[in-house]
C-alpha cells in the first residue's frame, strides 16, 4: 500500500468532469480520478472549512460511524477495473476488530478528509493508473 494526498481538484467544463489528483506523500506519482460533482463538492466544503447549517452526506455518515462506536481508521483504492476504481473503507469496531466496507473512492476520500484519516492505494492500482508529477 502506498499512502496518498490530495493534491488538487480540477475541473473540466468542456468535458464536464471533475477530477481529483492524489499525489504519493512519500514520491512523486499522480493519481487522478473522476469523480461526480456532488462529491467534489462535499471535498470543496471541507477543504475551505465551510460548515453548512445542517450535516450533508459525508458528515452524517461520519456521525453515523462515530455514533456506533467505530471509527474510520483509513481508505485504501485497492482496485481499477475497466476504468472505474474501486475502494474500501476500513472502520475499527468492537475493541480493535476491523470491518472492511465496499465503497466508491469519491465518497472515500470525502470521508477520509473529514475523519483525518489517512489514504491509501495498492502499488498495483498506482502502477496502472498513476503518472509521474
Known sequence: MVELVLSKIKVDESRNEQVIVLKEKEG??????????AEVNAI??????IKPPRPLTHDLLISIIE???????????DRLENNTFYAKLYLSVDHGKEVL?????????????????????????????????
Do not use: H, M, N, Y
Open 101 to 133: 466496507i465496499d465503497a466508491r473512492p469519491s465518497d472515500s476520500v470525502a470521508l477520509a478528509l473529514r475523519a483525518g484519516v489517512p489514504i491509501f492505494v495498492e502499488e498495483q492500482v498506482l502502477k496502472e493508473a498513476g503518472v509521474s508529477e
Open 28 to 37: 512523486k506519482r499522480l493519481l487522478p480520478v473522476v469523480i461526480g460533482i
Open 44 to 49: 470543496k466544503l471541507k477543504l475551505t472549512g
Open 67 to 77: 455514533s456506533l462506536g467505530a471509527k474510520l481508521q483509513k481508505i485504501l483504492i
